[in-house]
């Protein structure tokens, strides 16, 4: 019988997602990595741990640990070691994500989570381990026909801003305009015909159809500034409720998930509101006649998508965020990038504008946020120089004094701009925990030249105490300088401290510049009493500095649970000694914490017999007076949240982990049964299942933005990460208030963690120990005790 030989079957072909390439050492390094599920999976992965980044990034440990966690995340992508120890050499990366276009969904959306990978990030940190020690850029590629040209500075750039409908009464573009024509040169002269260098022209809110005409003029550059399809839902009530029944246009914005998509917000003839996706909105901001060079988007959620959408349809290179920024620091490195790349000479090109925007950064909280840049063509191909507009310096044989002349016959209104934000109360926990007084105080050189001679004199009135700020800035030779958060007021009176009820008083803010003053003002401010907190989402994350470990009345309730301790144990020489009773041997390793815990709860229960009360008077709707745990025992009474305060001291003097946990109209207690918990805690190593998209029904439902700026503060977006380390048993929740029934232990674990049953119902848990370990950290309040 004749044999068949058997035909030998291929391997279906993996399409490639992403290549990473970087010179080093005189030679192109090039390693692509496949379209796979675990890149889907690492970018939900990523994107958490990015979004949580302000939890960790205080701590050396911890981010020592994210770049081992991101060479090893790149590892099971399939980029080895050896690799990333060439890449580290490198000062220039380039991610290339490979065109698609399968109408397969598992593809498609491994390919969309290339885009939304951090690879800024990722690829920063993991060649840090790898043993890079100098800056690095990193540059996305989607290859278009654009030209291979390095492009000087631009003549003519149009800033697109859009606030329609209810978002015009919440964004106001004129400071943005006014840094970004300074960070131009838009009003310096030529040289030669005396007029300005640059065109700068504003197309502010324009329909769709307006600014697809406007748009088409030859515009060498594109600012788009507003407000993102993902922002709108989270500063306008209901912006998303009713989909069902709004125009067909507006359907267009939901994914066949039901998600929202990537976008921005503007406006038609007939529609004051028109959430814009991505595909759409590059459709109308790139005229395929006179493609833009540059696309710069202030918008949130814009890096993975729509600025990648502006570079597929012909820009040359396109800029955004793959998150949320503060608005003020995005406004800041945008006028650096500009001012960087119009003052340029040579052949540096834009990415050589973003590494100096950045170093203007360093300072600032920025580690994490990845702003991305997307090119149309490889950095490593031969490029063209464009001829290019020079932008008008001051001549250098100019002296110094012929320059402070030509200064004073300066007005001061054209050399320095002052933005001032005071606000209306001033919480004395905020200025207690070393922060700023103003809100906002930002000064802008509007010349091209340096300033000297700057005093900036802050002052806060309180009765017979003046608290003083004073600088002299002698030298303002970058664009902009942020002295907000350096307004400090050392509050050192016994009065502030003691405040019981809100006082009345003013802030003077003076700025000179050459003696000439360019803002002098005084502002009415409300001082909040020591004891009063403000219960909003902007303040309630300063609730860590009532928890008073030192409270006289901690170290008796400490004293009096020692008898129920040794009980507890059984031994005489039990004490309180926090996490060095846990032992890893036993079978049940975190018993002694657990005791300690029960021995507190039993000796309030038994030896004060507390009842619950409600709060004092606070004349204000947000605020709410809290009690020490001095007037608590005095008193014998206490609210929800007054017992929640008094057990996260006592275990604080412990050395236990507390946490506070708000929910609507409630507050509770919980502890961590082990630091080791904690660590994992704090180093997000434990990332849910199921991320959030920024576009999610969960997402647009909640008041709260993806992206938390408080180390110690976890939001709803946080809930199932904070669910899984209850159900572990890592966390434990304590109800505070049967503390006033004679409750048991165990019924209150029990009520605690039944608190926790809605996601709806939390708002927020604050962890006491990242507050004592944030930068600056969260101490507790010095009052001064009756």
Same mark, same amino acid.
């Given at each position: 019988?004749?044999?068949?030989?058997?035909?030998?079957?291929?391997?279906?072909?993996?399409?490639?997602?992403?290549?990473?390439?970087?010179?080093?050492?005189?030679?192109?390094?090039?390693?692509?990595?496949?379209?796979?599920?675990?890149?889907?999976?690492?970018?939900?992965?990523?994107?958490?741990?990015?979004?949580?980044?302000?939890?960790?990034?205080?701590?050396?440990?911890?981010?020592?640990?994210?770049?081992?966690? +991101?060479?090893?995340?790149?590892? @099971?992508? /399939?980029? &080895?070691?050896? *690799?990333?120890?060439?890449? #580290?050499?490198? !000062?220039?990366?380039?991610?290339?994500?490979?065109?698609?276009?399968?109408?397969?969904?598992?593809?498609?959306?491994?390919?969309?989570?290339?885009?939304?990978?951090?690879?800024?990030?990722?690829?920063?940190?993991?060649?840090?381990?790898?043993?890079?020690?100098?800056?690095?850029?990193?540059?996305?590629?989607?290859?278009?026909?654009?030209?291979?040209?390095?492009?000087?500075?631009?003549?003519?750039?149009?800033?697109?801003?859009?606030?329609?409908?209810?978002?015009?009464?919440?964004?106001?573009?004129?400071?943005?305009?006014?840094?970004?024509?300074?960070?131009?040169? +838009?009003?310096?002269?030529?040289? @030669?015909? /005396?007029? &300005?260098?640059? *065109?700068?022209?504003?197309? #502010?809110?324009? !329909?769709?159809?307006?600014?697809?005409?406007?748009?088409?003029?030859?515009?060498?550059?594109?600012?788009?500034?507003?407000?993102?399809?993902?922002?709108?839902?989270?500063?306008?009530?209901?912006?998303?409720?009713?989909?069902?029944?709004?125009?067909?246009?507006?359907?267009?914005?939901?994914?066949?998930?039901?998600?929202?998509?990537?976008?921005?917000?503007?406006?038609?003839?007939?529609?004051?509101?028109?959430?814009?996706?991505?595909?759409?909105?590059?459709?109308?901001?790139?005229?395929?006649?006179?493609?833009?060079?540059?696309?710069?988007?202030?918008?949130?959620?814009?890096?993975?998508?729509?600025?990648?959408?502006?570079?597929?349809?012909?820009?040359?290179?396109?800029?955004?965020?793959?998150?949320?920024?503060?608005?003020?620091?995005?406004?800041?490195?945008?006028?650096?990038?500009?001012?960087?790349?119009?003052?340029?000479?040579?052949?540096?090109?834009?990415?050589?504008?973003?590494?100096?925007?950045?170093?203007?950064?360093?300072?600032?909280?920025?580690?994490?946020?990845?702003?991305?840049?997307?090119?149309?063509?490889?950095?490593?191909?031969?490029?063209?120089?464009?001829?290019?507009?020079?932008?008008?310096?001051?001549?250098?044989?100019?002296?110094?004094?012929?320059?402070?002349?030509?200064?004073?016959?300066?007005?001061?209104?054209?050399?320095?701009?002052?933005?001032?934000?005071?606000?209306?109360?001033?919480?004395?926990?905020?200025?207690?925990?070393?922060?700023?007084?103003?809100?906002?105080?930002?000064?802008?050189?509007?010349?091209?030249?340096?300033?000297?001679?700057?005093?900036?004199?802050?002052?806060?009135?309180?009765?017979?105490?003046?608290?003083?700020?004073?600088?002299?800035?002698?030298?303002?030779?970058?664009?902009?300088?942020?002295?907000?958060?350096?307004?400090?007021?050392?509050?050192?009176?016994?009065?502030?401290?003691?405040?019981?009820?809100?006082?009345?008083?003013?802030?003077?803010?003076?700025?000179?510049?050459?003696?000439?003053?360019?803002?002098?003002?005084?502002?009415?401010?409300?001082?909040?009493?020591?004891?009063?907190?403000?219960?909003?989402?902007?303040?309630?994350?300063?609730?860590?500095?009532?928890?008073?470990?030192?409270?006289?009345?901690?170290?008796?309730?400490?004293?009096?649970?020692?008898?129920?301790?040794?009980?507890?144990?059984?031994?005489?020489?039990?004490?309180?000694?926090?996490?060095?009773?846990?032992?890893?041997?036993?079978?049940?390793?975190?018993?002694?914490?657990?005791?300690?815990?029960?021995?507190?709860?039993?000796?309030?229960?038994?030896?004060?017999?507390?009842?619950?009360?409600?709060?004092?008077?606070?004349?204000?709707?947000?605020?709410?007076?809290?009690?020490?745990?001095?007037?608590?025992?005095?008193?014998?009474?206490?609210?929800?949240?007054?017992?929640?305060?008094?057990?996260?001291?006592?275990?604080?003097?412990?050395?236990?982990?507390?946490?506070?946990?708000?929910?609507?109209?409630?507050?509770?207690?919980?502890?961590?049964?082990?630091?080791?918990?904690?660590?994992?805690?704090?180093?997000?190593?434990?990332?849910?299942?199921?991320?959030?998209?920024?576009?999610?029904?969960?997402?647009?439902?909640?008041?709260?933005?993806?992206?938390?700026?408080?180390?110690?503060?976890?939001?709803?977006?946080?809930?199932?990460?904070?669910?899984?380390?209850?159900?572990?048993?890592?966390?434990?929740?304590?109800?505070?208030?049967?503390?006033?029934?004679?409750?048991?232990?165990?019924?209150?674990?029990?009520?605690?963690?039944?608190?926790?049953?809605?996601?709806?119902?939390?708002?927020?848990?604050?962890?006491?120990?990242?507050?004592?370990?944030?930068?600056?950290?969260?101490?507790?309040?010095?009052?001064?005790?009756?």
């Amino acid at each position: 019988m004749a044999k068949t030989r058997r035909a030998r079957t291929r391997p279906p072909l993996v399409p490639p997602a992403v290549t990473i390439r970087a010179f080093a050492r005189n030679r192109l390094v090039e390693h692509t990595l496949p379209a796979q599920a675990s890149l889907e999976r690492l970018a939900e992965e990523w994107t958490y741990v990015l979004r949580s980044r302000a939890r960790w990034l205080d701590d050396p440990g911890q981010r020592q640990a994210k770049r081992e966690r +991101a060479q090893n995340d790149l590892a @099971t992508l /399939g980029l &080895p070691l050896a *690799t990333l120890k060439q890449l #580290a050499v490198a !000062s220039h990366i380039e991610v290339e994500l490979h065109p698609w276009d399968t109408g397969d969904a598992p593809t498609d959306a491994v390919f969309e989570a290339a885009s939304s990978m951090p690879w800024e990030y990722l690829l920063s940190a993991a060649t840090r381990e790898s043993g890079r020690h100098r800056p690095m850029l990193v540059t996305r590629l989607l290859r278009n026909d654009a030209p291979a040209v390095i492009t000087g500075p631009p003549r003519r750039v149009l800033l697109v801003e859009s606030a329609p409908g209810r978002l015009r009464d919440l964004y106001d573009f004129e400071q943005e305009e006014e840094r970004l024509r300074a960070a131009l040169g +838009a009003d310096a002269p030529d040289g @030669t015909s /005396g007029t &300005p260098a640059r *065109t700068v022209g504003i197309s #502010a809110t324009e !329909s769709v159809t307006e600014l697809k005409k406007t748009v088409r003029a030859e515009w060498d550059v594109l600012h788009v500034t507003g407000v993102d399809t993902h922002q709108a839902g989270w500063v306008v009530d209901g912006f998303y409720d009713n989909l069902d029944a709004r125009p067909a246009r507006w359907k267009r914005i939901l994914t066949s998930r039901e998600e929202i998509r990537d976008g921005m917000i503007l406006r038609e003839a007939n529609l004051p509101e028109l959430p814009v996706p991505y595909d759409e909105l590059a459709e109308v901001l790139i005229s395929p006649q006179h493609r833009p060079w540059l696309v710069t988007l202030n918008l949130y959620y814009s890096g993975a998508r729509i600025a990648r959408e502006l570079v597929r349809r012909g820009a040359h290179a396109s800029m955004g965020f793959l998150d949320e920024i503060d608005d003020e620091l995005a406004e800041r490195f945008f006028q650096a990038f500009y001012w960087a790349w119009c003052r340029q000479t040579g052949t540096r090109g834009i990415p050589h504008a973003f590494v100096e925007a950045w170093g203007h950064m360093a300072h600032q909280p920025v580690h994490g946020t990845a702003i991305v840049i997307w090119m149309g063509r490889s950095v490593f191909d031969e490029y063209a120089i464009a001829p290019q507009a020079e932008f008008p310096e001051v001549p250098k044989t100019e002296t110094r004094r012929a320059r402070l002349e030509r200064i004073d016959d300066t007005p001061v209104a054209e050399l320095l701009q002052v933005q001032l934000d005071v606000p209306k109360e001033i919480n004395y926990s905020l200025l207690h925990n070393n922060r700023s007084l103003l809100n906002r105080l930002t000064l802008t050189k509007l010349a091209s030249h340096v300033l000297e001679d700057i005093t900036v004199d802050v002052e806060l009135n309180l009765g017979a105490d003046n608290y003083r700020y004073r600088a002299t800035h002698l030298v303002l030779d970058e664009p902009q300088r942020e002295i907000g958060p350096d307004v400090r007021i050392p509050l050192t009176g016994a009065l502030p401290r003691s405040l019981r009820e809100r006082v009345h008083s003013t802030v003077y803010v003076k700025v000179t510049c050459h003696g000439r003053t360019a803002l002098e003002t005084t502002e009415r401010v409300t001082l909040i009493p020591v004891d009063e907190w403000v219960d909003d989402t902007e303040d309630n994350p300063w609730l860590p500095s009532f928890v008073l470990p030192r409270d006289p009345a901690v170290l008796r309730v400490i004293a009096s649970a020692r008898k129920y301790l040794i009980g507890i144990n059984d031994d005489p020489s039990a004490g309180f000694d926090g996490y060095q009773s846990i032992d890893e041997a036993s079978s049940s390793p975190t018993a002694g914490v657990d005791a300690q815990v029960r021995a507190i709860w039993t000796a309030i229960v038994n030896d004060y017999r507390l009842q619950y009360i409600n709060p004092p008077p606070a004349y204000s709707d947000q605020s709410q007076r809290l009690r020490t745990p001095s007037d608590i025992l005095a008193s014998n009474t206490g609210t929800c949240i007054d017992l929640a305060l008094l057990l996260a001291s006592c275990l604080e003097y412990i050395d236990v982990y507390s946490v506070i946990v708000l929910l609507e109209g409630h507050a509770f207690v919980g502890y961590w049964r082990s630091d080791s918990a904690h660590e994992a805690f704090a180093e997000v190593a434990h990332v849910p299942l199921e991320v959030p998209p920024a576009g999610s029904a969960l997402a647009r439902s909640s008041d709260t933005q993806l992206v938390e700026k408080y180390r110690w503060r976890l939001t709803r977006m946080h809930y199932d990460e904070i669910m899984e380390y209850v159900s572990s048993g890592d966390l434990v929740m304590l109800e505070a208030t049967l503390l006033t029934s004679a409750s048991s232990f165990v019924e209150a674990i029990k009520e605690g963690r039944a608190n926790m049953r809605s996601r709806r119902e939390f708002d927020s848990l604050l962890d006491v120990r990242l507050a004592r370990t944030a930068a600056p950290p969260i101490t507790p309040l010095p009052i001064i005790l009756d």
